[in-house]
């Protein structure tokens, strides 16, 4: 192998100059030369020296340097000692050439450029795949540890979280078992790259379980005897491996100590080194180790992928590359599912914008058909009132002839008095009162009319129908308007809720055409001849109290199915000259206070003519007094 070597050195051009320094800088593809040595920097991890990786004292750092040292004349093979952080620091500053340390630190840096150029492996473990694992230590008489699922929720205790082979190893088992690593043990405490704390802290009670690489704690104990029998493993794995081994291991085998170049290796020193390990005997090694190639790093890429460390620490926090990487699929029907609820929400707003033009209109269309209603309803509440009021007027003008011509009496009897030269005070003075007393009763028929003129109807107050029916019939009587006879049945003490004006107009307005009904008779019956004769008028109670009902008949002429429902036509009337507004003004005194009027055909044996129905609620309250309410 020397001779190999030194065939190498020879065949290669000599360095420049520049390199003839023992601290020269290296340039890529610069050749080795004999007379002046290239430093070439190996980092190397600090705690090995702690514990060796096979069972047998054996520095496996040392054997690697001193066989590159005794073979490579032209370079100066310097060790540098890191930790697993700062080791990683260095590579990625080109601090060093090469580095020696395991799979997972390897597969760490491979994104920065690192190449493997072999793995160690041994007797044993001739296969470069499987040659390391991780073990789980905690006190022995420990009864309540047994297993992997026993150690959930304790404390744990490892050199640092950063080492592959102590700590990671042992947590992928733990992730392969089914548990979340990050969330398994309560706590982990770290000893700075010192594996002799890890075991002490373990026999000592302080940590319940220590996180080692495999054969750890075995040399750890060769070199302390105080450990001895204090220990035992966790989710111990026998078999052949574990004999060939000599160490107890708790996971899976995985590639094990790896050397790598840096990117700013001169290919030329990393072919040098890379033959020189490969060609490496395992008679040349005190332990008879030798390097080969390793092939499943992918094994230990899905180790990081599970722990969601090493290249895979992104895992821990979601980003967009890592949403696009994971769930595209996902992705991209979402994305679908967006653009279409965007032309769904487009469409479905114009057609809220042209729906709410419709409907816009519509409400501007129903607005002005509400005005015009309105302004009809004015206008037939105007023709209305004027209709009332004139015949207010007409039937007050009756009333009033008895004031007038009392007034009129009163004032022929003064002139009488005056003509005698000396009248009597007292009669003068009774002349005079009665005029006054007259005059205040025309001036207050003609208030009520001027007043329902100015404000309106009132249909509140409370109205005592029997006493208001039997007025209308007694002033019709007096002022010579009744021309037929009248048969009236009426029942005291019948409240309703209206305005006394307009209830007055409705009831003379029904039996002044009850009674032109009866005149304008074709061949009218007289009571003498036996068959009934002129208006039979009944009020009473309907619908158990709830209601008050008025009937108004006449034996008018017979009426067909044809002519009784003209009766009921708007604008219809039955005199030749009318206009059908008396009957119009009914109905609307009627519906205005929430009544109704129903006509109904008398047959021949009851004389014939009409029979008109009004029903109107009933006042719930007692009456107040005697009279119609409301009425002046």
């Not at 630190?105 to 690192?114: D, E, L, W």
Request: net charge neutral; charged share 25%.
């Amino acid at each position: 192998m020397k001779a190999f070597c030194l065939l190498s050195a020879a065949l290669l051009v000599p360095l420049g100059a520049a390199l003839a320094a023992p601290s020269a800088t290296i340039e890529p593809d610069a050749p080795l030369r004999s007379e002046a040595r290239t430093v070439v920097r190996i980092g190397l991890l600090d705690f090995e020296s702690e514990a060796s990786y096979l069972s047998r004292r054996e520095n496996i750092q040392e054997t690697i340097v001193r066989h590159l040292q005794e073979n490579s004349p032209g370079l100066r093979i310097v060790p540098r000692f890191y930790t697993t952080e700062a080791l990683s620091e260095a590579a990625r500053k080109g601090e060093v050439e090469f580095f020696l340390g395991s799979s997972g630190f390897f597969v760490q840096m491979r994104p920065m450029g690192a190449r493997d150029i072999g793995t160690i492996t041994s007797r044993a473990f001739p296969d470069p795949n499987r040659c390391v694992a991780g073990v789980i230590v905690v006190r022995s008489g420990r009864p309540d540890i047994t297993d992997l699922a026993s150690l959930e929720g304790m404390t744990a205790v490892t050199t640092s979280r950063a080492n592959f082979m102590t700590y990671m190893l042992n947590m992928g088992e733990i992730a392969a078992a089914g548990f979340r690593p990050d969330k398994f043990f309560s706590a982990v405490t770290e000893t700075d790259n010192h594996p002799v704390e890890v075991l002490r802290a373990v026999v000592e009670g302080r940590a319940d379980a220590g996180l080692l690489r495999a054969c750890m704690p075995e040399a750890i104990t060769e070199r302390h005897p105080e450990f001895a029998g204090r220990w035992t493993v966790v989710n111990d794995k026998p078999g052949l491996r574990a004999e060939a081994l000599g160490c107890r291991y708790s996971t899976d085998m995985y590639p094990g100590w790896t050397i790598a170049s840096v990117p700013h290796t001169p290919p030329v020193i990393t072919k040098h080194v890379a033959m020189l390990l490969l060609n490496l005997r395992p008679d040349m090694t005190p332990g008879g180790f030798t390097v080969s190639i390793a092939t499943e790093f992918d094994r230990v890429n899905d180790l990081f992928r599970s722990l969601k460390a090493g290249p895979f620490a992104y895992l821990n926090h979601w980003t967009l590359e890592r949403v696009w990487n994971e769930a595209r699929g996902g992705v991209l029907l979402l994305l679908g599912f967006l653009a279409a609820w965007i032309l769904h929400f487009a469409r479905l707003e114009k057609l809220v914008r042209r729906r709410t033009a419709d409907l816009s209109a519509a409400l501007e269309r129903e607005k002005a058909a509400r005005e015009q209603v309105r302004e009809t309803g004015a206008r037939l509440d105007s023709l209305q009132r004027a209709g009332i009021v004139g015949q207010l007027s007409s039937m007050f003008a009756h009333e009033l002839c008895q004031p007038l011509s009392a007034v009129r009496c009163y004032l022929r009897g003064m002139r009488t008095l005056m003509r005698r030269g000396a009248p009597d005070p007292v009669l003068a003075e009774r002349c005079l009162s009665g005029m006054s007393a007259e005059l205040d009763k025309a001036g207050a028929i003609i208030d009520r009319v001027r007043s329902y003129a100015r404000e309106g109807a009132r249909r509140d107050l409370p109205v005592d129908l029997p006493a208001l029916l039997s007025e209308c019939l007694a002033d019709m009587t007096k002022s010579d308007r009744l021309k037929v006879p009248v048969a009236a049945d009426i029942r005291p003490d019948l409240i309703v809720s209206g305005d006394a004006v307009e209830l007055r107009v409705l009831v003379i307005n029904l039996v002044k055409n009850a009674q032109e009904a009866v005149l304008s008779a074709p061949e009218p019956a007289q009571a003498s001849g036996g068959r009934p004769y002129g208006l039979f008028i009944t009020l009473d109670a309907a619908d158990e109290g709830t209601a008050v009902r008025l009937t108004v008949a006449n034996t008018g002429a017979l009426l067909t199915p044809e002519a009784l429902a003209e009766i009921g036509r708007p604008l219809a009337s039955s005199k030749s000259s009318g206009l059908g507004l008396g009957l119009m003004i009914c109905k609307s005194i009627a519906e205005a206070h929430l009544a109704t009027l129903a006509f109904s055909a008398r047959t021949a044996r009851d004389g014939g003519g009409l029979a008109v129905t009004l029903t109107m609620p009933a006042r719930s309250e007692a009456p107040l007094h005697e009279n119609y309410g409301n009425l002046p």
